[in-house]
């Protein structure tokens, strides 16, 4: 399998996120344990994921500001992918699961605002290749398609796991392309980088590709325009 080239790029922002804890199945600098019990309920993989020890977290805290820590939440997005595309063919690696935890402040800058577009970038560059990225915010509240209740992560944290191709395009109902995408999704061992430049700024540009237009308002009769960030 092709490796994606992302150690021989230039990282300017290399720092603006620190390690916490390595990548663990059992992490000490959060509490985490509680909620995954939780959420076993409303993910049928989880529990066979955690009790085979295929769930793992990697912990990090904010030390930038909010574009250099976008910046550094996309490029442990692509490690923890890159880490992940080999092993989801070894067996039980479907359920393999690496959640990328996010701590620490930036101000003025809500942490749904810093995973908005490395999460967007993301799932759009990994999807044609199997993987599915998700994005949960700390104490944020959220429904599934039923009107469960599902229950507040104590942590913000983007989750990295193979494809589901028979169950996830319908999560992805807001970008028909990228469903389609990942419902044939076969990872050939492309370079994923290997059209676009390897750099934040450039990503984010190349990212706003997939943005649908914003409906225009009754009010303001304004033509439809990108919105200034992805939303989930």
């Known amino acids: ?43 049928p993989y989880l529990s066979p994921s955690a009790e085979q020890r295929l769930t793992t ?24 992918a890159e880490w992940l595309r080999p092993l989801i063919h070894r067996p039980h690696g ?8 996010i ?9 749904r605002d810093l995973l908005g577009w490395p999460h967007w970038a993301l799932k759009h560059l990994y999807g044609p290749v199997g993987i599915m990225f998700g ?15 599902i229950p507040a992560a104590p942590v913000s944290f983007l989750p990295v796991r193979a ?9 992805l109902r807001a970008t028909p392309d990228l469903a389609v995408a990942l419902a ?11 059209s676009i430049p390897y750099d934040w700024t450039e990503i984010r540009t190349w990212a706003k590709r997939f943005l649908p237009p914003v409906k225009p308002s009754a009010s303001s009769r304004t033509t ?3 919105p200034s960030r992805p939303g989930s």
């Open 57 to 80: 977290w990697t912990v990090y805290r904010t030390a930038g500001g909010a574009d250099a820590v976008e910046a550094e939440i996309f490029h442990a997005g692509v490690q923890a």
């Open 224 to 226: 439809s325009a990108s």
């Open 94 to 101: 479907f359920l393999r699961c690496e959640n990328i935890v």
């Open 135 to 149: 994005k949960f915010h700390a104490g944020k509240e959220e429904n599934t398609r039923a009107g469960e209740r």
């Open 184 to 194: 044939v999704a076969d990872d050939d061992g492309r370079d994923v980088f290997e």
């Open 163 to 171: 494809a589901i191709r028979r169950r996830d395009p319908k999560f």
């Open 103 to 111: 701590l620490g402040e930036v101000p003025c800058t809500r942490h």
């Open 1 to 43: 399998m092709t490796v994606t080239r992302i150690d021989g790029a230039s990282r300017p922002t290399a720092g603006a996120l620190r390690l916490v804890e390595a990548s663990t199945t059992r992490p000490r600098s959060i509490d985490i344990a509680r909620y995954v019990q939780q959420m076993t309920d409303h993910c």
